[in-house]
């Protein structure tokens, strides 16, 4: 593949809700331009984009790839985005990288929610997008009915540029707007230009009028020429629609059938002669408000947006040069982590398949391999000039699993194959909880996760278990005790003795442990009370019994008994520890439960059953707060055993609609009927053990 002048050069994502055909169009585009010999199936596992083993296994897409082909002296790169909100983190760092996102829309479903999620976030990014009506060949496929719904989400700016010609099966071309003319395809995808049946010319004209009124209203002299003349050149519509793309102010509508290779060329003529350049987009800002220009002579700055496990080459950094130019002879500057790293060349990927290249210029997408230091998100600059571009930041996981080895010994490679796998995902996150001594792992829903614990027993050689969570409890004394600590023996030679007497009471939430020495008289030598209080920490910490700390207490030392001899830091540590135990028994233990607070964001009509579901959690609501789009935040404060699966929960029961976050409240008691089962759960497992 030759090397391309950044105006020449389209950098596109293709989006939509998972079974669009994302997939297939990117095939699509990929054979009509010769970049590949044959139409692979997303059915028979052997697309150029899908080539993960997870992929073929799902039939769906988990990753972004690249696929860039050249049509009209352009080269466009093609990023195929998944659709399923699990891999929500892959399609925005594509998004984040590209100047034109294709929204493709099923003429069947018709406008789905992820393809909603994706347009609230190109509106975020203010990213240029075009819509790609697919599957008009199959049954009770409407473009009509499509393009209603589209309107009625997006408004006026979403403007036909081609027509459906025929419905159905009978579907076999599309008519142009602009030109008026029809094209229909035979089996093999070429199309043959004729005259537009006479059924369809008022709809077309209805179409064309609508078109030209949005255009002419772009520009003051276009609008006053259409005003005079009632007609605008087909120059005069290219650039306006180009005006209108770049503004992100038009979103032209182009219809198709991917799999039938119907629409395709137009859609990729659409692309090239309207679609946004490099050029058309602001300079890229750093984080400290510096600017970059599209420029080759520019000095370099690039940001790496994904990264992947090649089995031949090892780590791949496919990256988006925003100015200069990046060479395969040169070594380049990490501005992120402010190291060296050597550069082995430059390439781009087709799919899973290389093409070496000698430079990689501004605006367009490349790769690099064997990066020592590099991971998704950081900035590749001129060391001369560096400059930090803003970080890919990831969506933050939901759905905490559990997990250990299936084989004793392999936890180190567990380690390492999840290290491996995160700098590759960055929505993933690794915790390590002490206090529950799980290894919890983190994802965006079952799906997400699912796909991380089956690459890790295939690219990684480690098999794991999912192991039913545990939530970290705390627990707190029901009331007041007086209670006594005495840790006494003699086994010859010097024994330890240690006596000590506390008076211990609950304290309010989040007031934490007060310790304070009442001792007069000598009855403990100064030096050995720190040993008292390091004792009772100690037996907190172990849940004085419970197996759940201890937190908000007050604990006063009053009296106790030492030995000249026997007596020593040991003894009354232990006799501390013993002295809460014996306050535990007294006094009695009621287990606290996190407290997360909530906020969820669905659609005003499923605010009712989102009620409904948080109360029967246990739930406390807190408001309700409108938004715009006829959507609704519920706030609440919900105990987090109730809702560690949640992000799988609102997944149903709003049917992908309602997305939430959360973050820690506080503690609080539980009631007393389920703390008892949790605290039976948890003698019964200290027993097991």
Known sequence: MKTYPTENIRNIVLVGHGGAGKTSLAEALLFRTGASTRMGKVTEGNTVTDFDDEEHRRGISVSTALAPVEWNDHKVNVLDAPGYADFIGELRSAMRVADLAVFVVSGVEGLEVQTQVAWNYAEELELPRIIFVNKLDRENSSFRRTLEQMRDAWGLGVAPLSLPLGREHDFRGVISVIDERAY????????SEQDVPADRQERL???RTNLFDSVAETEDALLERYLETGELSRDEIIRALHDGLSSASMFPVMVGAATKLIGVDRMLDAIVSA????????????????????KPDAPMSALVFKTLSDPYVGRVSIFRAFSGTVRGDHSVYNASKKTDERVAGVFTMRGKNHEELTEIRAGDIGAMAKLTHTVTGDTLADKNDPIVLPGIEPPEPLLPKAIQVKTKGDEDKLMIGLQKIIEEDPSLRLERNDETHQTILWGMGDAHLDVVIHRLKDKHHVEVEEVPYKVAYRSTLRGSADALGRHVKQSGGHGQYGICNIRVEPLARG??????????????PNQLIPSVEKGVRAAMEQGGGTGFPMIDLKVELYDGKYHSVDSSDFAFQMAGSLALKDAVEKAGVTVLEPIWEVEVLVPEGFT????????????????????????????AKVPFAEITSYATDLRSITGGQGTFSWSFSHYQEMPHDQAQKVLDAAKKEEAKA
Do not use: H, W
Not at 184 to 191: I, L, Q, R, S, W
């Open 184 to 191: 229909e395809y035979d089996e093999a995808g070429k199309p």
């Open 608 to 635: 009712g059953d989102i009620m409904g579901d948080l109360q029967k959690r246990r739930g406390i609501p807190e408001g309700i707060d409108t938004v715009g789009g006829a959507r609704q935040i519920v706030k």
């Open 511 to 524: 007031e934490g442990f007060v310790f304070e020495d009442k001792i007069f008289g000598g009855s403990i």
């Open 205 to 207: 004209n209805e179409v």
């Open 275 to 294: 679609g946004p350049s490099p050029l058309d987009r602001r300079p890229v800002e750093s984080e400290d408000g510096k600017t970059r220009e599209a």
